[in-house]
């Protein structure tokens, strides 16, 4: 199906677009593909002869949804307005990707009544320009693997969060994230489950994840956190509006505690990790260290842990990792559980504010 630019779409209550095809809506900055409400007189006119009787609100048609088929469908200039579906049960987003990996450029969703866009599966679009507002969660659902495909995305007006929400943090294939990957190029992403590396995952200066919940970045192969002094790599709690400002929009009605999420988990495989300048910040849950190196044999250069509930370091299992320049700052122990042969792997290392 091939849209030319201008075309209005106005969809009743009942309406959904549903692409098991391909779907080319080519329209232009000055005469955009438009999917809206019946009750949208601001584009088409008073389609419904009500003379402005009623207004369009979020909720009034269903959604854009495409399939795990519709992956050539291409997207230039479309906006969707006044979509979604906001049932507590199943909330449905106003546009939703299921195991497809479509490309859009200058996609504008807006005023909607759940998500603006919704990866599900293994979705990985390539959304450039982009501009999510008005919704609840500006981009839900995504992978690691897809944070790559979005670039000079906006997002504003959202009701819980103006970021994309990585559901799965499974990283199966080499992944690079950096801050123009994210919206606003705020640098952060939210997490709500755990991260499991198990290919080479590289972060660049300025990007920060916000964990929800007890979650665990599990490293099994390689990971580079290229941080800066100026710009670290920063794992935090979503309560953090120190680092990446207010991201849960409370107002600051909750404060960040040491053990709002779990830890750094570094793993056997993972002797090839590079940490530059990566700032670890509220972890510690479940009674573990902030970082635990497990058989691991990595390099931390200037990293920073803050406010840990248990210890900031703990080496276990025959680990002999590089550890320099670091700082270890208000957990239980500043790094404990390491063997004597590993003392020499530490130099230039600072700790303050820790209970014992």
Same mark, same amino acid.
């Given at each position: ?13 009942? @309406? ?57 469908? !291409?997207?230039?200039?479309? &906006? ?50 982009? @501009? ?5 969660? =500006? ?42 990957n994210t919206l ?9 489950? !755990? ?12 990007? $920060? ?5 007890? &979650? ?35 107002g600051g009605a ?9 830890? *750094? ?15 670890? &910040? ?9 970082i635990l190196t ?8 200037? *990293? ?18 590089? $550890?320099?320049?670091? @700082? ?20 230039? !290392?600072?700790?303050?504010?820790? =209970?014992?």
């Amino acid at each position: 199906l091939t849209i030319p630019p201008g075309v209005v779409f106005k969809m009743t209550s009942t @309406a959904r677009l549903n692409v098991f095809g391909t779907l080319l809506a080519q329209g232009t900055a000055g005469a955009p593909v438009v999917l809206t409400s019946i009750k949208d007189d601001a584009f088409g006119g008073d389609s419904n002869c009500d003379r402005g009787a009623t207004l369009p609100a979020p909720g009034d048609w269903g959604n854009l949804n495409f399939t795990g088929t519709a992956s050539a469908s !291409n997207l230039a200039h479309v &906006r969707v307005r006044y979509a979604g579906t906001s049932v507590a049960a199943a909330p449905e987003a106003a546009v939703a990707l299921t195991a497809c990996h479509l490309a859009a450029t200058h996609l504008r969703v807006e005023l909607v009544a759940a998500a603006c866009l919704d990866l599900k599966g293994s979705s990985l679009p390539i959304v450039s320009n982009g @501009a999510f507002d008005g919704g609840t969660i =500006a981009v839900d659902g995504a992978r690691f693997s897809a944070l790559a495909g979005f670039t000079g995305c906006t997002a504003s007006g959202n009701s819980i969060y103006d970021a994309i929400v990585a559901t799965s943090g499974l990283v199966s294939t080499p992944a690079t994230i950096s801050a123009a990957n994210t919206l606003n190029a705020s640098g952060v992403v939210v997490v709500s489950g !755990n991260v499991d590396v198990n290919a080479t995952l590289t972060l660049h200066a300025g990007v $920060i994840f916000k964990f929800v919940g007890p &979650r665990t970045v599990n490293v099994n192969q390689t990971l580079f956190a290229n941080g800066t002094s100026a710009a670290p790599v920063v794992f935090t709690s979503i309560f953090d509006d120190a680092v990446g400002g207010d991201t849960d929009k409370d107002g600051g009605a909750t404060t960040p505690a040491a053990g709002d999420w779990s830890r *750094v988990l570094f793993n056997s495989q993972s002797d090839a990790s590079v940490a530059l300048h990566l700032h670890v &910040r509220y972890a510690g849950g479940a009674a573990s260290a902030a970082i635990l190196t497990a058989q691991s044999n990595c390099l931390l250069d200037g *990293v920073v842990v803050q406010t840990s509930a248990s210890a900031c370091l703990s080496l276990q299992n025959n680990s002999y990792p590089t $550890i320099r320049n670091c @700082a270890f700052n208000g957990g239980t122990y500043a790094v404990r559980d390491v063997l004597i042969e590993a003392i020499p792997g530490f130099t230039n !290392n600072t700790a303050s504010g820790n =209970a014992v």
